[in-house]
Nanobody
Framework: QVQLVESGGGLVQAGGSLRLSCAAS????????MGWFRQAPGKGRESVAA????????YYADSVKGRFTISRDNARNTVSLQMNSLQPEDTAVYYC???????????????RGQGTQVTVSS
């Protein structure tokens, strides 16, 4: 059974940092692009960051550029999202996702996790 399991969410004050991790199991994702997207209460899903299978290509939403960093460890089948300078508007459920093709379209991802809550207090 293919699974993506996120961890690392929580409550943090504005200006703080969190590191999200996503562990993949069931098959190797070493040749898949991976990404993170989020959904805030009452809002649509937003692609936050993506990384190609090699790590050479990355994408960041304008809203997180310079604050978030996506990385991956293909040997461990994991992808991480380092989030710095968090703001209340970053509050959302964050989801890990994977797809054979590099994409930033949330609806395209073939695999996605159950999500982890990130809450940023002001």
């Amino acid at each position: 059974q293919v699974q993506l399991v996120e961890s690392g969410g929580g409550l943090v004050q504005a200006g703080g940092s969190l590191r999200l991790s996503c562990a993949a199991s069931g098959r190797t994702f070493a040749r898949d692009a991976m990404g993170w997207f989020r959904q805030a209460p009452g809002k649509g899903r937003e692609s936050v960051a993506a990384i190609s299978w090699s790590g050479r290509s990355t994408y960041y939403a304008d809203s997180v550029k310079g604050r978030f960093t996506i990385s991956r460890d293909n040997a461990r089948n994991t992808v991480s999202l380092q989030m710095n300078s968090l703001q209340p508007e970053d509050t959302a459920v964050y989801y890990c996702a994977a797809d054979p093709e590099f994409t930033t379209a949330v609806g395209v991802y073939a695999y996605r996790g159950q999500g982890t809550q990130v809450t940023v207090s002001s």
